[in-house]
Structure formats: structure tokens, C-alpha cells
């Protein structure tokens, strides 16, 4: 059986940094994108199989093209797009700066777009593949402080509900991750330094999850999860 490749975008030190782990550790070759070349060129030196490592910018329709071109010369097909890539701002819809809405929705569903575009034909015409998103609360119902970053998640989830209906009957995979809770990590554990252990969300156990998505039977796959410690209020 030849190798197959997993493409991560948006790799930092969580959720990203996890899914190339497992996913070298599962035998895939690892195509990583993300915005700088510092945490990928440490995390690629620590990976336990093949990777490729590139930046590039999401929002960049043209950018993304070149991106995944210089995938399929190196790895060839992409059997898992997981799409990681995210951008927030947070305030009152009165405070908020409005270009901050434009450059979430760029990164968060235009992006998307991009790469979906980019690995989905060939997934159709091989009738196999799966594009897996990342996502939060956010994308479920808009908070009062979340009026510059809500509105791009929910139209994130909107358009993988609308691949999935699109793709499932053509054999290839499209499912949306609700991750509802604090994702263990510097950023998360600064903010909340009050809180336990067992508050935060382990991007390990996100990226076992996102595993099990990917390799579920066709005759009983999941189009959106939704994922949260056991104390977590919802």
C-alpha cells in the first residue's frame, strides 16, 4: 500500500503540533503549513517520519495554490486535509474594529475554501480522502464578546456542513470538530493560571479524536463532534 499523506495547516505548538505527531507515528507523510518557519523547522526535527514543512499564507488564494502544488511534486496525492488555521479578536459589535471581522472571516472560512478546493477534486476522483475542521464554541452561537470572531466560525462550519453534503456521496469524508473547551498550552494556561489539570483540553486526545474521524467506515461516518472536559459548563 503506498504512503499517505496528511496535510496540516495551521501548525503551532497545540492541536497542529499533535496531529503531526500521531499522524507521522501512524506511517503518514506530514506536509505542515503555517505562518513563520520558527516552530516548524523545531517541531519537524523532532517528528518520528517524513515531513515537509512550508509557509505560506491561507488567506492567499494564489499563495495556497503554489503550496499544495509543491505538495503533490513532493508527497503526491493528500488523502487528510486537517484544517487548524485560526484567527480571533474579541469586543462589543460597538467596539470592535470592523477590518478585524474581515481579516477572521480571510483566515477562518476563506481559507478553508482555499485548501478544500485544492485537495477535494483529486479526493473525488479517487472517491477517498478526508477534510477535517477545527473549530469552537463559537461556531455554535455568537457570545456577547465574540462578535468579531463568531460570525467567521459559524460561516466555517456552515461551509463543511455544505462540503459534507456535497463530498459524502462522492466517497470522500468532510466533518467539523466543536472543541469546547481551553486547549492545554502556554496561551491557555496563562490566562487561566487558576484553574486545574483537568480543566484544560489536551490537544493529544483532540488529535485521537480527529484519528478516529478520519479512519471511520464510510457506511457510518460523523459529520461534526462536538469535544469538552467532563467539567466544562455548556
Given at each position: 500500500?503506498?504512503?499517505?499523506?496528511?496535510?496540516?495547516?495551521?501548525?503551532?505548538?497545540?492541536i497542529?503540533?499533535?496531529?503531526?505527531?500521531?499522524?507521522?507515528?501512524?506511517?503518514?507523510?506530514?506536509?505542515?503549513?503555517?505562518?513563520?518557519p520558527?516552530?516548524?523547522n523545531?517541531?519537524?526535527?523532532?517528528?518520528?517520519?517524513?515531513?515537509?514543512?512550508?509557509?505560506?499564507?491561507?488567506?492567499?488564494?494564489?499563495?495556497?495554490?503554489?503550496?499544495?502544488?509543491?505538495i503533490?511534486?513532493e508527497?503526491g496525492?493528500?488523502?487528510?486535509?486537517?484544517?487548524?488555521?485560526?484567527?480571533?479578536?474579541?469586543?462589543?459589535?460597538?467596539e470592535?474594529?470592523?477590518?478585524?471581522?474581515?481579516?477572521?472571516f480571510?483566515?477562518?472560512?476563506?481559507?478553508?475554501?482555499?485548501?478544500?478546493?485544492?485537495?477535494?477534486?483529486?479526493?473525488?476522483?479517487?472517491?477517498?480522502?478526508?477534510?477535517?475542521?477545527?473549530?469552537?464554541?463559537?461556531?455554535?452561537?455568537?457570545g456577547?464578546?465574540?462578535?468579531?470572531f463568531?460570525?467567521?466560525k459559524?460561516?466555517?462550519?456552515?461551509?463543511?456542513?455544505?462540503m459534507?453534503?456535497?463530498?459524502?456521496?462522492?466517497?470522500?469524508h468532510?466533518a467539523y470538530?466543536?472543541?469546547?473547551?481551553?486547549?492545554?498550552?502556554?496561551?491557555?494556561?496563562n490566562?487561566?493560571?487558576?484553574?486545574?489539570d483537568?480543566?484544560?483540553?489536551?490537544?493529544?486526545?483532540?488529535?485521537?479524536?480527529?484519528?478516529?474521524?478520519?479512519?471511520?467506515?464510510?457506511?457510518?461516518?460523523?459529520?461534526?463532534?462536538?469535544?469538552?472536559?467532563?467539567?466544562e459548563?455548556?
Amino acid at each position: 500500500m503506498a504512503e499517505k499523506t496528511c496535510v496540516v495547516v495551521g501548525v503551532g505548538p497545540g492541536i497542529g503540533a499533535a496531529c503531526c505527531r500521531l499522524y507521522c507515528e501512524r506511517g503518514y507523510k506530514v506536509a505542515m503549513i503555517a505562518r513563520s518557519p520558527d516552530y516548524l523547522n523545531e517541531l519537524a526535527a523532532t517528528l518520528p517520519g517524513t515531513s515537509l514543512s512550508l509557509i505560506a499564507d491561507v488567506t492567499d488564494e494564489e499563495a495556497v495554490t503554489v503550496t499544495f502544488g509543491k505538495i503533490a511534486k513532493e508527497f503526491g496525492r493528500v488523502d487528510t486535509l486537517i484544517y487548524n488555521a485560526a484567527r480571533g479578536s474579541f469586543g462589543s459589535f460597538l467596539e470592535m474594529r470592523p477590518k478585524d471581522l474581515s481579516k477572521n472571516f480571510e483566515v477562518n472560512t476563506m481559507g478553508l475554501l482555499y485548501c478544500a478546493r485544492a485537495v477535494a477534486p483529486g479526493m473525488i476522483e479517487r472517491e477517498a480522502g478526508s477534510i477535517l475542521v477545527t473549530g469552537n464554541t463559537a461556531a455554535t452561537r455568537g457570545g456577547a464578546k465574540f462578535a468579531g470572531f463568531a460570525p467567521s466560525k459559524s460561516a466555517a462550519r456552515s461551509l463543511t456542513q455544505s462540503m459534507a453534503r456535497e463530498l459524502g456521496p462522492k466517497h470522500v469524508h468532510a466533518a467539523y470538530l466543536v472543541i469546547d473547551g481551553a486547549v492545554d498550552g502556554p496561551f491557555a494556561r496563562n490566562l487561566r493560571k487558576d484553574k486545574p489539570d483537568e480543566f484544560f483540553i489536551k490537544p493529544d486526545d483532540i488529535a485521537q479524536t480527529i484519528w478516529h474521524l478520519d479512519q471511520q467506515p464510510e457506511n457510518c461516518w460523523t459529520s461534526e463532534i462536538d469535544l469538552r472536559p467532563f467539567g466544562e459548563n455548556w
